[in-house]
Every structure is written in structure tokens, then in C-alpha cells.
């Protein structure tokens, strides 16, 4: 009999999904022979779209709540015999519980582990999201550390990479500057990013800015190169 199919729900930013990763391959080993499937935000499908790992990859359909019901009467009839949302909201854990998934892992690290029906009684205290990610893996029954991050490229990102490079003078230990956030509050301010790409171009070193749109332009240093990834997995390819 073939092994029931597994959800990984991850409705965080883009950085989130690719600290899922190990989460990913951890499954993969726990439940070997499971197909898996992946619901994100429509921002982090890159990351998850060349993954041989992933039977299928689906956006969450934010803003429309016929869409999300949609979703919901679809996801049910998958027969999911595990649903995983390691970093839960109350909202995934509604999609968990729905799902009728006989197994739950839900953990919500500020609240309840809502609908959750795998016990997961390591703390919630602060450490690394991949570590956060792995307490209900390990109720799950992983043992060892997490495995490394790494993402799957595909052919398109690794081409429009090779492709910039080639257009590039010849690259020095190069380092990419990410000036970008999604929450304002957490960024680190501008000026600091521009004296740190200054100190590093006087290292001899080759720096790139990432600009995504509506981002800051790269500022007017001598030598600083900017990149605008077209997706997530040129940047990944980039990287």
C-alpha cells in the first residue's frame, strides 16, 4: 500500500521557506516513499519549484476568501496522512485541521499549538528557525542534527546567473549586499549597508548590490555592481 501523502504548510516570508528546507528533507527521511506537498505564499514558490523532493507546489491564495475555501475542499481530498506546519498561525493550523489529516503537527512558537495532535513538549524559547522547525520533527521521531540548507536550482536561474557574470569584469571574492526587507523595523539602516559596501570594495573585493523593485538603487561607489534576480531562483543561482 502506498504511503499517504504529507503537507508542509509554510505561510511565511521568502527567507522562511528557504529555512524550511531541512524541514523538507528531514520529512523525506522520516516518512520515506510519502509523497509531499508544499502550500506558501505565492512569493516562495521559487523556492520550492525545482525541488525533485516536492510532488507539487501550491500558492496560498491570499485576499480571496472564495479562493482560500477553494483550497481548502481541494486540499481535503488529497488524503494527507500528515499535515506539518512548523510555523503555525492560527490560520494554518484551520488549513491543518481541515485538511483531515489523522496526524497534526502544529507548532505556533508565541501561542497555542492549535489542533496540533502530535505532543511536542520541548520549550519555546529563543533559538534559530531551523532549530525552532526541528522540536516537532524530533516529536516526529528525527533524531541528529538538522540537515544543511540547499535550495534546487533549475536551468532558467543558473543561465540568467551565468549570464550576468559573463557581463561582469572579472569577480574578486565577491559578496552580495541585500539591502531589502519586508518589515521596515528589522532592516538594518541604509547608511550602514553603504559604509560596509564601501569597506569592502577598499578590501579589493567584488560587491554586488541586490536591488529588487522598489528597493533602493545601488548608491554611487566605484566599482559596486548591481544584480536585479528576475525570481527567486536566479538569486539562488546568483548566490
Known amino acids: 500500500m502506498p504511503a499517504a501523502p504529507i503537507l508542509l504548510v509554510k505561510l511565511r516570508g521568502i527567507g ?8 523538507l528533507g528531514a520529512l523525506q527521511r522520516l516518512f520515506p516513499g510519502a509523497p509531499i506537498d508544499v502550500l506558501v505564499p505565492s512569493a516562495s514558490l521559487g523556492v520550492f519549484s525545482a525541488e525533485r523532493r516536492v510532488r507539487r507546489v501550491m ?3 491570499r485576499g480571496s476568501l472564495r479562493a482560500q475555501i477553494a483550497q481548502l475542499f481541494e486540499l481535503r481530498q488529497q488524503g494527507y496522512g500528515l499535515v506539518f506546519c512548523p510555523h503555525a498561525s492560527l490560520r494554518s493550523a484551520i488549513i491543518a485541521v481541515v485538511s483531515g489529516a489523522p496526524r497534526r503537527s502544529v507548532r505556533n512558537h508565541s501561542g497555542r499549538d492549535w489542533f496540533s495532535n502530535v505532543a511536542c513538549v520541548t520549550p519555546k524559547e529563543p533559538k534559530s528557525i531551523v532549530e525552532r522547525e ?11 542534527n ?10 532558467t536561474g543558473k543561465a540568467w546567473a ?7 569584469p572579472r569577480l574578486r571574492q565577491a559578496i552580495l549586499i541585500a539591502p531589502g526587507g519586508s518589515v521596515p523595523e528589522r532592516r538594518w539602516p541604509l ?5 560596509l559596501s564601501r569597506r569592502l570594495l577598499k578590501q579589493g573585493r567584488s560587491v554586488i548590490w541586490l536591488q529588487a523593485p522598489g528597493e533602493a538603487e545601488a548608491p554611487a561607489l566605484k566599482g559596486l555592481l548591481q ?5 527567486v531562483q536566479a538569486l539562488g543561482a546568483l548566490s
Open 227 to 231: 544584480a536585479q534576480p528576475p525570481d
Open 134 to 144: 526541528f522540536d516537532p520533527l524530533r516529536a516526529l521521531g528525527w533524531r541528529g
Open 16 to 23: 522562511d521557506s528557504v529555512l524550511s528546507l531541512p524541514s
Open 146 to 155: 538538522p540537515p544543511p540548507i540547499r535550495m534546487a536550482l533549475g536551468a
Open 59 to 61: 500558492a496560498y491564495p
Open 191 to 195: 547608511e550602514r549597508f553603504v559604509d
Open 162 to 168: 551565468k549570464a550576468w557574470c559573463k557581463r561582469q
